[in-house]
């Protein structure tokens, strides 16, 4: 079943910059080569539910396996039948944006063109 998952991992309680340990995470998502992107609140990771939550758990473990307590904030889009949701659910979203441009720059117009014929 495919999944879709934003996550962020992070340590808590360190009492020091946490880019570095975050960046660690990152590179065992990137590593795992399922499709991912990871941008500044969290990474998202696509594929077969089994296989993006084991992803997951090495990521967490990480940081987990050197006693370092672990924050790991999950959501997750199971839509069975359907792939490449992380490229898909963007470009439509992109697609609706111009759309309704276009609608609203029509409407100004038809709204001016009324305008003027009134005149």
């Not at 934003?6 to 795992?32: D, K, L």
């Not at 199971?78 to 111009?98: S, V």
Request: net charge negative.
């Amino acid at each position: 079943m495919n999944a879709l998952i934003a996550v962020a991992i992070a340590p808590c309680g360190t009492g020091e910059e946490m880019s570095s340990y975050v960046g660690e995470v990152v590179q065992v998502i990137r590593e795992s080569g399922l499709p991912n992107r990871t941008n500044s609140m969290f990474t998202e990771i696509e594929g077969e539910w089994d296989e993006v939550m084991a992803v997951v758990k090495k990521a967490t473990m990480v940081l987990a396996d050197r006693g370092i307590r672990t924050e790991v904030v999950l959501k997750a889009d199971i839509r069975p039948g359907y792939r490449d949701m992380m490229h898909g659910k963007l470009e439509r979203m992109e697609k609706k944006i111009a759309m309704a441009k276009t609608n609203q720059a029509n409407q100004v117009n038809q709204e001016n063109q009324e305008g003027s014929d009134a005149k």
